[in-house]
């Protein structure tokens, strides 16, 4: 049982460049979400998906945009890469309300 | 204000210790609360949810006060493997897909 898949685990991105950054689950969990964690701080929501077909945004949407055409799946798109995206990049998982995150190991981006 | 506030620490504590953090918040519509714990350049993991009556899990045991609007974390007979970074996460009643994640408190367990 793989939990939340993130690749790729690093990457550095030139300023303007574009990347997506993949998620997978296979617990067949409903709710999806992307955090970004800059050092010493919170993680910040950035956008949250409650099934397939429904995203919304969270605290930090600007900059980015996902999809969630499957279940199983939850990429997200950076667009126009700005240094101020460098940061670890999480995707996470639950089965429901009242259940805690199942987190992926995480993408750590450098835009330069 | 910040929704979730921890004291940064580190909490710097000998083996055998016992040692506590506060998590203050400030939504009292806050909903469930949980504990998680993150190691250096690692993900986040769960570690444990916390109840209105309290609970316990081995050598850890964590309280919610609603009238003050703070949880807590005690972890007795601290481990080595214990330092990491503690994680004070809210949800709110009314919007559950957002987590509200605390700074973290970080603690190092010195041999």
């Known amino acids: 049982n793989a939990g939340v898949t993130q690749t790729p685990k690093f990457r550095i991105l030139k300023i303007g460049q574009s990347m997506t950054l993949q998620c997978t689950q296979d617990m067949n969990h409903n709710y999806m979400y992307w955090y970004r964690q800059d050092p010493g701080m919170g993680l910040k929501l950035i956008y949250y998906?409650?099934?397939?077909?429904?995203?919304d945004k969270g605290e930090v949407p600007n900059g980015y945009n996902v999809s969630r055409s499957t279940t199983e799946d939850f990429p997200l798109r950076l667009e126009l890469a700005a240094p101020s995206q460098t940061s670890v990049y999480f995707c996470a998982s639950r089965s429901g309300e009242n259940y805690g995150y199942t987190f992926g190991s995480g993408t750590r981006l450098t835009v330069v | 204000r910040k929704e979730v506030e921890q004291d940064p620490g580190p909490f710097n504590v000998p083996e055998g210790a016992t040692v506590a953090f506060n998590c203050t918040y400030s939504n009292s519509a806050s909903q469930s609360f949980f504990w998680y714990r993150q190691d250096c350049r690692k993900e986040p993991k769960l570690l444990m949810s916390v109840y209105s009556s309290g609970n316990e899990d081995g050598r850890f045991t964590a309280q919610l006060n609603r009238a003050s609007q703070y949880i807590s974390l005690l972890i007795r007979d601290s481990k080595l493997s214990d330092s990491a970074t503690y994680l004070c996460v809210v949800t709110h009643l009314y919007n559950f897909n957002k987590f509200y994640f605390g700074s973290g408190t970080k603690l190092n367990v010195k041999p």
């Open positions: 998906s409650v099934g397939a077909g429904i995203t």
